[in-house]
């Protein structure tokens, strides 16, 4: 399998994305996603394994048996300030850490889906190109194409049973404030 980039591309696409927040996740069209960090690659491994250990059925049965044992002392500590501020705590902690695991096992899928769907649509030659990253758009610019699409959709309505192929290449595609898409 070829790479992707080579290595000096990659030093470079990362001095030219510099500007991004350290431990940032880059855009799926920044070349520096492809370069590699030894601290963030054990970041990445440590959260997804993490993410999927706290998904397993044993931790929820752990949690839960933990749960029943803290209401089962209850009484013994007469279901003090102290006895409610054992589990609060530890759930605040445990939530707030989890919170950041979970968000970079998130991150991750979604750049591994948007990569995906990026060769789908450059491998299709009758989709459009300029659909490639379009997750990097503003706000009002996927609102545009949203609209393209609502518009195409009331077409295929109309249509009835004829078959129609569209790009977002055709005319009356708004181009964006930025010229993409």
Not at 68 to 84: D, R, T
Not at 98 to 105: A, G, N, R, Y
């Amino acid at each position: 399998m070829k790479p992707i980039l080579a290595h000096a591309d990659v030093s470079m696409a990362v001095d030219q994305d510099s500007n991004d927040a350290i431990g940032s996740m880059p855009t799926t069209s920044s070349a520096s996603y492809a370069a590699h960090s030894p601290l963030l690659t054990a970041f990445d491994k440590f959260a997804s394994s993490v993410t999927r250990w706290a998904g397993s059925p044993i931790t929820f049965c752990s949690a839960l048996l933990t749960v029943v044992l803290w209401a089962a002392v209850g009484p013994a500590f007469h279901y003090s300030e102290g006895w409610q501020l054992v589990i609060n705590t530890g759930t605040t902690i445990i939530t707030f850490l989890m919170v950041f695991l979970i968000q970079q096992s998130q991150n991750k899928d979604s750049v591994a889906l948007h990569l995906k769907l990026n060769e789908l649509l450059a491998a299709n030659r009758h989709a459009s190109n300029r659909m490639i990253g379009i997750e990097d758009l503003d706000e009002q610019d996927l609102r545009d194409v949203a609209m393209f699409y609502t518009k195409l959709a009331e077409r295929a309505k109309t249509a009835g049973p004829h078959k129609e192929a569209h790009s977002i290449d055709e005319e009356g595609m708004p181009a964006g404030a930025n010229g993409r898409v």
